[in-house]
């Protein structure tokens, strides 16, 4: 059975940086778009970024754009979000998922995710 597993959470000062990573056992990343969310308490979880299973679609939310920067490295079979300055607003459990043969939705809707990390927490505060 697929597993994810995200790591690289921590708390962290705003402007510092992080660098997620979410690794798949079991089975080949090559075949998995993987995207990539996050839930603040109190908040609905909602899409960060995301990768086609080929990598060559990413997309990212309005919010990130230019600051965080996904990759995939097969040979790992790992998912990275690179993450620079951070603010307080970016504070939540990160979150990464999995779609079989998937592309990367520009709307980063959870839907066509199928598999689902447990979630590593970012506390970005001063």
């Known amino acids: 059975q697929l597993q994810l597993v995200e790591s690289g959470g921590d708390s962290v000062r705003p402007g510092e940086s992080l660098r997620l990573s979410c690794t798949l056992s079991a089975f080949t990343l090559d075949d998995y778009g993987i995207g990539w969310f996050r839930q603040a308490p109190g908040k609905e979880r909602e899409g960060v970024s995301c990768?086609?299973?080929?990598?060559?679609?990413?997309n990212y939310a309005n919010s990130v754009k230019g600051r965080f920067t996904i990759s995939r490295d097969n040979a790992k079979n790992t998912v990275y979000l690179q993450m620079n300055s951070l603010n307080p607003e970016d504070t939540a459990v990160y979150y990464c998922?999995?779609?079989?043969?998937?592309?990367?939705?520009?709307?980063?809707?959870?839907?066509?995710?199928?598999?689902w990390g447990q979630g590593t927490q970012v506390t970005v505060s001063s």
């Open positions: 998922a999995a779609q079989y043969l998937g592309g990367c939705p520009r709307s980063l809707s959870r839907q066509p995710y199928t598999y």
């Open positions: 990768v086609s299973n080929s990598g060559a679609s990413k």
